[in-house]
């Protein structure tokens, strides 16, 4: 089944679903740090995890008709719990892989920028991205254009709560000792919860 | 075996009830003697199926869903997928692009290539021009005479059946009316035109009047109706599930 995942990336590019739907949220990274706006530049790199956590990009394979999930994969001589179980982990190591890849875009732009890369941010953009990575694994449930839109607004949603609240939801998490460790626990607790959940509906559910 | 019914009598879901897509309410499935849901796997390695509506992604040409399913099937075979593709002179440009009939056809090709032994064909000649739609038949008949192979096959084209299947059940609201051989069918149900009155008295399973006379079909032997001064026919199949669904009609 892993292979077939693989295959499917490999075989599947919809620059258009990608660019109609999501391409604008890197842009909405670049205008809202590289243009002199300068709000938040600690958010630099949790806004970026939480970015590739949302598995935006994964909009790309989807052409919003075929129904992989629930239709196409069931029908092939795969289990549910093989699917789902392929699905968690190619994209957990993708999310792994976009977690390295925010702290090495983070890491040069603090070449120029005024980008604060220190544990507590880092554990904090890890903590969200998880968070919205466990999410945003939901949309298998969904029919193809709803699992965009679902995505789409996932990605939309997170990144405008980070970023138009500044700091403040970093700082509220302080005030409130959810922090570091405490936080990362927590969302690694509430994502664990959330992937059996999500494997128990898919496995069970018939649409 | 064929499987005829009117618009929602549940042969879609029965298709999709062996495949394990949706849950049955009550009953067992079994398959090639396995449970369906416990050898899941091993069963669905040696169906094919093929919907009324394309499943495969759209933006991809008919080789490159080829390679993926490829990866899925233990049997898959290359050279009798080229055979195929070369026979139903197949295009190879994005599924999107493919007409209803080529898409079909390359659900039935894959459903082909790696060498299932039994088929699920769901409503697979609606959208067929009639040389593509022989050509598949006469293709369905050359896999049956493969050996110990079976199709399922729903349709609402009930002369195809008459061609290929040698079994026909009859779905109506969900529940089966009856399953027999074809050739008992034609010994079994009879067509019968008589002038209304007389009709009347006949048990039918339905009729229809017309103007001058009314016309039902008959279940039991053809002796039964000997003595009536009635005109007999075997009944087709498209006759019997008319007048079956229909029931009794002025």
Known sequence: MFSVELALFKERFLLK??????????????FQFFTGNEGAPQLFFPALAVLF????????????????????LPSLPFGRSEIYLSHFALRFLLWIIGCLISYAISFFASLFL??????????????????????????LQFKPMISIAYLGALTGLSLGLLLSANNLLMQELQNIHLWGPTL?????????????????????RRP | MGLIGENGAGKTTLMKILLNLVRAEEGQVKIFGKDHVKEEITIKDRI??????????????????????????????????????????????????????????????????????????????????????????????????????????????????????????????????????????????????????????????????????????????????ETLPCSVEPASLEDIMYFATRGRHV
Do not use: C
């Open chain 1, 53 to 72: 956590g949302s598995s935006f990009w994964l909009v790309f394979l989807n052409d919003g008709k075929t129904d992989s999930y629930r239709r196409l």
């Open chain 1, 184 to 204: 990362l626990g927590i969302s690694f607790a509430l994502g664990l919860f959330l992937t059996v959940f999500n494997g128990v509906l898919y496995r069970w």
């Open chain 1, 17 to 30: 679903s990608f660019l109609t739907y999501v391409g604008i949220y890197p842009l909405v990274l670049v």
């Open chain 1, 114 to 139: 005024d980008i604060q890369l220190d544990l507590s941010h880092v554990l904090y953009g890890i903590s969200l991205s998880f968070g919205i990575f466990s999410l945003s694994n939901l949309s």
């Open chain 2, 48 to 225: 094919g199926f093929v919907f009324e509506e394309n499943p495969y992604y759209e933006n991809l040409k008919p080789s490159q869903v080829a390679k993926i399913l490829s990866l899925a099937y233990s049997r898959w075979d290359w050279n009798y997928y080229r055979d195929l593709v070369k026979l139903f002179g197949l295009s190879e440009k994005p599924i999107a692009k493919l007409s209803k009939g080529q898409k079909m056809i390359f659900s039935f090709i894959v459903a082909l290539s790696h060498h299932a032994e039994l088929l699920l064909l769901d409503e697979p000649t609606a959208g067929l021009d009639p040389v593509v739609r022989r050509e598949f038949l006469n293709e369905l008949r050359n896999y049956l005479a493969g050996g110990d192979r079976s199709v399922f096959f729903s349709t609402h084209i009930t002369t195809d059946l008459e061609l290929v299947a040698d079994k026909i059940a009859f779905l109506h609201k969900g529940n089966i009316l009856f399953s027999e051989d074809v050739d008992e069918l034609s010994n079994k149900y009879h067509l019968v035109r008589a002038e209304k009155s007389l009709l009347m008295k006949v048990d039918l399973i339905g009729y229809e009047e017309k103007k001058t006379h009314a016309i039902g079909v008959y279940e039991g032997e053809r002796s039964d109706l």
